[in-house]
């Protein structure tokens, strides 16, 4: 899967920043790869009031805390996305998270279903430098990407979105990695249910990753 992503990256190498437009790189099933047409968050960054009265916390370093991820306002009340953050950041996975949240949606006109859950996590390596290749952040969502294989079965939809980063300590010009989550239900139960099954597969992908998971130019 890697080749085929790295090779569909290929007419987009100079990218520098956001394109115009967002730009699907690969899709199947519920499954997708993308490049975002905004610019992902700076890291550290400040917490945010949105003019919807919701408030972004800020970012909160969880990276190697045994319980630093139970103190993310953003994932309380939801155990399985704890869950997937310890994994994403454990002394022994090559990334971690900067930001994360989730929130349940009304749906009409899709029969049954009457509800969805949606969830984003942004992810970079924990090595400042790997993320100046975006040719890395490529390789992590081919790690992640066979986890989720037939997630529209349970009713889902896993979004692997490349983002230019505005700012990461000790890197230039950098990117990340936004994995943006749907699952539906015909309740909120149902919804998060399907939620769970998608972070809990992604979880143990990541729990999986190789400590020094690196791109080789020479050695594809």
């Known amino acids: 899967m890697f080749e085929e992503l790295l090779s569909l990256w290929q007419p987009h190498r100079g990218l520098v920043g956001p394109p115009t437009s ?3 790189l690969w ?3 519920g499954r997708g790869v993308w490049i975002s047409e905004s610019w992902g968050p700076p890291v550290p960054y400040g917490p945010i009031d949105h003019e919807d009265g919701n408030q972004n916390h800020g970012y909160m370093q969880v990276k190697g805390d045994a319980i630093g991820t139970r103190r993310i306002p953003e994932a309380m009340g939801w155990p399985e996305l704890v869950q997937f953050l310890d994994s994403l950041n454990a002394d022994a996975s090559p990334i971690e998270s900067v930001g994360c949240e989730k929130s349940f949606f009304p749906v009409t006109g899709q029969g049954d279903i009457t509800v969805s859950l949606g969830a984003y996590i942004d992810v970079i ?3 400042p430098a790997l993320n100046e290749r975006p040719e890395n952040i490529l390789l992590l969502a081919s790690h992640l ?5 037939g997630c529209e079965k349970w009713w889902g939809n896993v979004s692997m979105v490349l983002e230019p980063m505005r700012f990461i300590a000790g890197a230039t010009a950098p990117w990340g990695l936004m994995l943006h989550i749907t ?5 909120e139960a149902e919804a998060r249910k399907f939620g769970g099954v998608t972070v809990e597969r992604l979880g143990k992908a990541t729990g999986a990753l190789p400590k020094n998971l690196k791109w080789h130019e020479n050695r594809r």
């Open 27 to 29: 899709s199947e099933g």
């Open 22 to 24: 967002r730009i699907q």
């Open 145 to 149: 990407l066979p986890a989720v294989e």
């Open 125 to 127: 390596f924990s090595d």
């Open 183 to 187: 699952n539906h239900g015909r309740s």
